[in-house]
């Protein structure tokens, strides 16, 4: 098994995201596209949207075209409806708020069996007791690393 192989299925949220887009990273996208089956959601892309616009740049449909392109859009099925209901109302239950997005977030990868990437796994923390995987960014960045030093070396 590859070492890649362990993260095939993921979604990334609006923090990985926004890592992964950044300049310094930029230059892993092919290699996750290449390698992996890489979700994201709509919120994801409007966070994304909202912070380039909120660094001056014009958020288009080119931008939101090319995200398209380059990652899976996590449909928001009857199924996600009713299982992010269930976990929210049982976060409530026991006195846990969280975002409605990272809810949301929680139930796709529970019914596609995807591994969850983000840039702050503590907001997810309540969240791990329904039974999904969850992985900061920077673990995904150094394998990446090893992978892209192996093939220099060969």
Known sequence: MSVLERYENILLDPTALIVLHSREYKEFIPIIVAKLNAYTTIFSIIEYLSLISYYGRKPGKTI?????EIYNIAE???ETMIKAASIRSDLLRHGVRAELQ???HVAICKEKGLILVTGDPERYEPMKKYGIEIIHIGEL???IKRILDQSKQV
């Open 64 to 68: 939101i075209d090319r995200l398209k």
């Open 102 to 104: 990272d809810i949301i």
């Open 76 to 78: 928001i099925t009857n």
């Open 141 to 143: 960045i150094n394998i």
